[in-house]
């Protein structure tokens, strides 16, 4: 099971690469697709630092692939508001607290080289190398949860408002965060040693298979494929 857990995040890292990538090249035009394929980017580089971290036999290398995954964890709130506030229209009214999100963003990013951000990595649990936080780290941690939840509780407001395919839409893009944030979101807790349970990180990789079911299933994205059902069962196999 302990192989199967770092594999996983090899297994996420491929599965928000593929729906970032296709979604962007299938309609570049949208800055919606464009910030999905950013989120997905940093969400997928994040995960593959992991994996990296987890098998490399040299701390040096631990140290590379340590700072790789928190350079793009730092922007993954951000990158997500963004996303969020596109898909449902509140770009305009809500970019100042965009603009502030990146702010810290940039300043996480120059306190990221300090010791008091990550304290060492080391083996822990199932893994090889795993980062130890310390108090900057903790900050850092408050933010994620503070950014992500507000776009996540935005999310949830414009359910409502919305209709029909529109509101499926909204609807399994709430469950895919939900999910990607409870599984990416509490690695966390091994990072300050808080939790020796990490099998919460298997269903990481199922969040942009649900984004993906919905631009199959909904045309999310305004996307618009055509897949036959074994095409489809086979690509989120």
Not at 67 to 88: D, E, G, Q
Not at 117 to 134: A, Q, R, T, W
Not at 166 to 186: D, E, P, T, V
Not at 196 to 206: A, R
Request: aromatic share 22%; proline share 3%.
């Amino acid at each position: 099971m302990s192989n199967f857990l770092i594999f996983n995040f090899l297994l996420g890292a491929i599965t928000c690469y593929v729906t970032g990538f296709w979604t962007l090249f299938a309609n570049k035009s949208r800055n919606v697709n464009q910030a999905w394929f950013y989120l997905s980017l940093c969400a997928g580089t994040w995960s593959l630092g992991h994996y990296f971290m987890a098998i490399t036999q040299q701390k040096g290398t631990a140290w590379l692939f340590c700072y790789l995954l928190y350079t793009c964890a730092i922007f993954i709130p951000s990158f997500f508001l963004r996303f969020i506030l596109l898909l449902i229209n509140l770009y305009e009214q809500k970019k100042k607290i965009l603009y502030l999100s990146f702010f810290c963003s940039f300043v996480f990013i120059t306190l990221l080289p300090s010791h008091l951000f990550i304290k060492d990595v080391e083996p822990k649990l199932h893994f090889k190398y795993y980062d130890n936080l310390g108090s900057i780290g903790f900050l850092f941690f408050i933010y994620f949860i503070i950014i992500s939840t507000y776009a996540w509780i935005k999310l949830l407001q414009a359910i409502p408002k919305n209709e029909s395919v529109k509101r499926l839409q909204l609807i399994h893009m709430a469950m895919a965060a939900l999910i990607g944030f409870l599984g990416g979101g509490s690695s966390f807790l091994v990072a300050f040693n808080v939790s020796q349970f990490t099998y919460h990180l298997l269903i990481f990789p199922l969040y942009p298979v649900i984004v993906t079911y919905a631009v199959i299933k909904y045309r999310f994205l305004d996307i618009k494929v055509v897949f036959t059902r074994a095409s489809i069962f086979l690509f989120i196999y």
